[in-house]
């Protein structure tokens, strides 16, 4: 990973396609970025579980997620740039995507009053109120420093009516206008699609993002409650609508089958706190499926989590002593099981762009069904997800 900053601006490379699965290279203002990729997310400036920078760097990590929106109520982002910026802060110096804090606006509706203005809200830290508008999320993210901001947006719940879909995406559009005029020319901005389950809907969020002339583009409003067969039905329809030279972004979105099946879909990004929260609660991804180290056939057993991986816990540790410090409650469980669970996800997104070069991207998605799947319907997922031809 570079750590050389360059000039303001992303660079997108489509480095070749297989079926609908693309691999490429994002260059960022802090670094580069194979694609697809996954990224750890750090929302308060630190990804959970104990980990720092060399711990990230050995998961094979280069770009990570933080919120603007917790970062903005603590430790404050003015405090943040008067110390060097969120790099110098956290000492990462690798590329930063920050999340405008539309969805923790939306997580918490029941405090959250959303008007034209923006997000006004009571803060979960003190009880101190604020008003989170699109131009005061870009004041945000630019005074961390981050390498790409996202727009604010209002996250559409599910489920939700056609009506009250239309009035939130139509919002996030006039909010997404007003963050690229605070935005500035100098930073790097993506736009999120919104529009809940109704293609129509999301159509018309899609062109109004595209005539903003943005540098890339997220689908939001997933992982909220849906079908998996809803999540696809929705990628399917945005995602061969995107611009094919810019990165596209999934939100939120990150079982190992969700991200295999999005990046045979044509998905380059990726974030979900998955791995580091299973981690803490005793469950392992493994080359064979989930692990879940609390249970008691674990407590005798010499034999690593996986095998087949080659990251500390599991170069280091048996399955008895990792039961052993979870059912104990000792934080160095909770550390050993988010570096493996990071490794994991991270070694998935090695296998899936070396697959997209040999041509095999649907073999790995067909691995990880078998592993995975919960639904009859995962047979449809592979079938549709290799279906299309290449992309121009």
Request: include cysteine.
């Amino acid at each position: 990973m570079s750590t050389t900053p360059s000039p303001a601006g992303p660079r997108f490379e489509l480095l070749g396609q297989d079926g609908k699965a693309r691999r490429g290279r994002l260059q960022l203002p802090h670094g580069t970025v194979e694609t697809p990729a996954f990224m750890p997310v750090g929302t308060r400036g630190a990804v959970r579980g104990a980990l720092d920078r060399e711990d990230l760097l050995q998961t094979g990590s280069t770009l990570i997620l933080a919120n603007a929106f917790h970062l903005m109520l603590r430790p404050g982002a003015e405090r943040i740039a008067r110390l060097g910026g969120l790099h110098t802060f956290m000492g990462w110096d690798g590329p930063i995507l920050a999340d405008s804090g539309g969805f923790q606006t939306f997580s918490l509706a029941a405090q959250c009053h959303i008007e034209e203005t923006g997000a006004r809200f009571r803060s979960p830290v003190d009880g101190s109120e604020f008003m989170l508008s699109p131009e005061r999320s870009m004041e945000v993210q630019q005074l961390l420093g981050v390498d790409i901001r996202t727009v604010m947006d209002e996250c559409t719940p599910y489920p939700v009516t056609e009506t009250q879909a239309r009035e939130s995406m139509q919002r996030s559009l006039r909010w997404a206008e007003r963050s690229q005029r605070a935005c500035g020319p100098d930073g790097i901005l993506f736009g999120i699609v919104q529009g809940g389950m109704y293609p129509q809907l999301r159509q018309d969020s899609l062109e109004g993002l595209l005539a903003m002339g943005l540098d890339g583009y997220a689908i939001g409003g997933l992982s909220v409650g849906e079908s998996r067969e809803q999540m696809l039905t929705v990628l399917e329809y945005v995602l061969p609508r995107l611009p094919a030279r810019q990165p596209r972004y999934l939100m939120g979105a990150g079982t190992p089958l969700d991200i295999a099946t999005a990046v045979c879909c044509g998905t380059d990004l990726f974030d979900c706190v998955l791995p580091t929260r299973n981690a803490r609660n005793g469950h392992l991804y493994t080359s064979t499926g989930i692990l879940r180290i609390r249970n008691a056939v674990y407590r005798d057993d010499p034999a690593p989590v996986d095998a087949d991986c080659d990251c500390l816990a599991c170069r280091t540790s048996s399955r008895a002593y990792l039961h052993h410090l979870d059912r104990c409650g000792e934080m160095l469980a909770a550390r050993l099981g988010t570096l493996h669970n990071l490794h994991y996800y991270q070694r998935l997104m090695r296998q899936l762009r070396e697959s997209i070069a040999q041509g095999t991207s649907t073999a790995v998605l067909a691995r990880i069904a078998r592993l995975y799947a919960a639904s009859a319907g995962t047979n449809a997922l592979q079938k549709s997800a290799a279906a299309a031809p290449p992309q121009p």
